[in-house]
């Protein structure tokens, strides 16, 4: 499957943390590994697997983030098809941060999921309040803005798609 052909309708999620970690790890570009950011102090753990959006650039200089449902984690650097089906708006203390909910489709409990109102309201709760939460004990803030569904959350994807693309075509070494 290309998502060339399909985005941003089929996007590849890039595991950085399985659902049940409090480990953060997070992808250095310029590396290209999974580093260990930091160890959350909250006592609270990623309830989803979480990740990047691949050959996307969010506002922030990162890749768009991403939160994946699936039945069992997966493991840093697991690449997986997934359909967008909303999107977390939230920001902090370095601004806008969307986080960009999908869910596997090679996981059949959650494959015939293409909306956010089929997915648990409980689950939606769960993911807000890790948000609310797992910064508290770093003295950070986190601002909740909702969720957005399908449409807004492919028209966030295509604008970070044409950044990724924008960025790429610029010559090596020139400032923007």
Same mark, same amino acid.
Request: proline share 5%; net charge negative; glycine share 6%.
């Given at each position: ?33 999974? %580093?260990?950011?930091? +160890? @959350?102090?909250? *006592?609270?753990?990623?309830?989803? &697997? ?7 650039? /969010? ?23 997934? %359909?967008?089906?909303? +999107? @977390?708006?939230? *920001?902090?203390?370095?601004?806008? &941060? ?7 489709? /090679? ?37 909740? &803005? ?31």
């Amino acid at each position: 499957m290309s998502t060339r052909l399909s985005f941003p309708a089929v996007i590849e999620v890039v595991v950085e943390i399985p659902a049940g970690s409090r480990n953060k790890y997070e992808y250095d570009e310029e590396a290209k590994v999974i %580093r260990l950011d930091r +160890v @959350l102090s909250s *006592a609270v753990f990623y309830n989803f &697997d979480y990740g990047f959006i691949e050959g996307t650039r /969010a506002d922030d200089g990162d890749h768009t983030d991403a939160m994946l449902l699936i039945d069992e984690p997966t493991f840093p650097g697991c690449h997986v098809w997934a %359909r967008p089906v909303g +999107v @977390l708006k939230m *920001a902090d203390e370095q601004g806008v &941060d969307f986080k960009v909910l999908c869910v596997a489709l /090679a996981d059949p409990t959650y494959a015939h999921i293409e909306a956010l109102r089929q997915v648990s309201p409980h689950k939606l709760l769960e993911i807000e309040q890790f948000f609310h939460t797992y910064k508290n004990l770093e003295d950070k803030s986190v601002e909740i &803005d909702g969720w957005a569904g399908v449409a807004e959350t492919l028209e966030i994807l295509r604008t970070d798609r044409q950044r990724w693309l924008d960025e790429q075509a610029e010559p090596e070494g020139s400032e923007t």
